[in-house]
């Protein structure tokens, strides 16, 4: 399973940008955004299950971000705005199967990232 994610770069802070990932489009399955800054834990960011669409959201961007999915175009969106300096990382678009979970080793496939970066 290839994940390809696209769409980063660099935004000056409040700015807004969308991420996508094309996905395999495989039911019972669910996508995620995690996102990795230089030094620190990688972390989940969103989570979206493919069949009904159900989204969960880390706190941090409650609010500013939205998870999306194209069943069509078998596509998955991170839509970002009001973004803020400390949302610069390198974000990855993943899958598991199953529910959506908030856990990094809990993902089997991920795709290369991409960086996002927020000046302040």
């Known amino acids: 399973v290839q994940l390809q994610a696209s769409g980063g770069g660099l935004v000056q802070a409040g700015g807004s940008l969308r991420l996508s990932c094309a996905a395999p489009?495989?039911?019972?399955?669910?996508m995620g955004w995690f996102r990795q800054a230089p030094g620190k834990q990688r972390e989940f960011v969103a989570g979206?299950?493919?069949?009904?669409?159900?989204?969960v959201y880390a706190d941090s961007v409650k609010g500013r971000f939205t998870i999306s999915r194209d069943k069509a175009k078998r596509m998955v969106y991170l839509q970002m705005n009001t973004l803020k300096a400390e949302d610069t990382a390198v974000y990855y678009c993943?899958?598991?199967?199953?529910?959506?979970?908030?856990?990094?080793?809990?993902?089997?496939?991920w795709g290369q990232g991409t960086q996002v970066t927020v000046s302040s």
């Open positions: 993943t899958m598991r199967s199953g529910d959506i979970s908030t856990k990094t080793g809990e993902y089997n496939y």
């Open positions: 489009g495989r039911p019972n399955y669910a």
């Open positions: 979206i299950t493919w069949n009904w669409g159900t989204t």
